[in-house]
């Protein structure tokens, strides 16, 4: 069973760069034709899909962040990495890591399976 | 992006009740629909993928259904646990996106 674990600063700065790990546990990152997204919710809103980066390292970006947003992976040290560029304090949320898509059956779905528990982020000075 | 419109934003149940929730694509979007569930302070947890297919371990008492625009998630008999916030994702182009949400309360 996959695990995912996000971590980073819980304050950042306005005009700073937010940087958060991934780190996937019970499976290789580079194992299967997975994706690994990022998705945030500020407090008592809905979610956001911010963007994913496949096994092999290409990317899909919210056109409403892609300006912004940088997504790494390291298979290293089995993470993945979100990079937030000139925060402002509308981008105070949890942020979640996941895992997709969903295989079952011998077929796969678009949809996110494992989710980390999600880590706070505020943007203030 | 396509815009994902759920209803109710919430609605008061009770133990027992079947209760439905809908989805609405703001285009066809095929079959390309997840449901997720989330409990307070908790992730999101996908319950329904590909609008009818239920994830391994959840309860049977769940199911959704619908192609095109419009989609509902049924829970056939509520269940304490099941009070939480349900919201609706279609996956059918990028970005993905997400229905507002519908808080199932108790009544």
């Known amino acids: 069973q996959v695990q995912l674990q996000e971590s980073g600063p819980g304050l950042v700065k306005p005009s700073q760069t937010l940087s958060l790990t991934c780190t996937v546990s019970g499976g290789s990152i580079r194992s299967g034709s997975y994706y690994w997204s990022w998705i945030r919710q500020p407090a008592g809103k809905g979610l956001e899909w911010i963007g994913r980066?496949?096994?092999?390292?290409?990317?899909n970006y919210n056109p409403s962040l892609k300006s912004r947003v940088t997504i790494s992976v390291d298979t290293s040290k089995n993470q993945f990495s979100l990079k937030l560029s000139s925060v402002t304090a509308a981008d105070t949320a949890i942020y979640y890591c996941?895992?997709?898509?969903?295989?079952?059956?011998?077929?796969?779905?678009?949809?996110?399976?494992?989710w980390g528990q999600g880590t706070l982020v505020t943007v203030s000075s | 992006d396509i815009q994902m419109t759920q209803s109710p934003s919430s609605l008061s149940a009770s133990v027992g009740d079947r209760v439905t929730i809908t989805c609405r694509a703001g285009q066809s979007i095929s079959s390309y629909l997840n449901w997720y569930q989330q409990k307070s302070g908790k992730a999101p947890k996908l319950l329904i993928y590909a609008a009818s297919g239920l994830q391994s371990g959840v309860p049977s008492r769940f199911s959704g259904s619908g192609s095109g625009t419009d989609f509902t998630l049924t829970i056939s008999s509520l269940q304490p646990e099941d009070f939480a916030t349900y919201y609706c994702q279609q996956s059918y182009s990028t970005p993905p996106t997400f229905g507002q949400g519908t808080k199932v309360e108790i009544k």
């Open positions: 996941a895992r997709g898509p969903h295989c079952s059956g011998g077929s796969c779905y678009p949809a996110s399976d494992s």
């Open positions: 980066i496949y096994t092999g390292g290409s990317t």
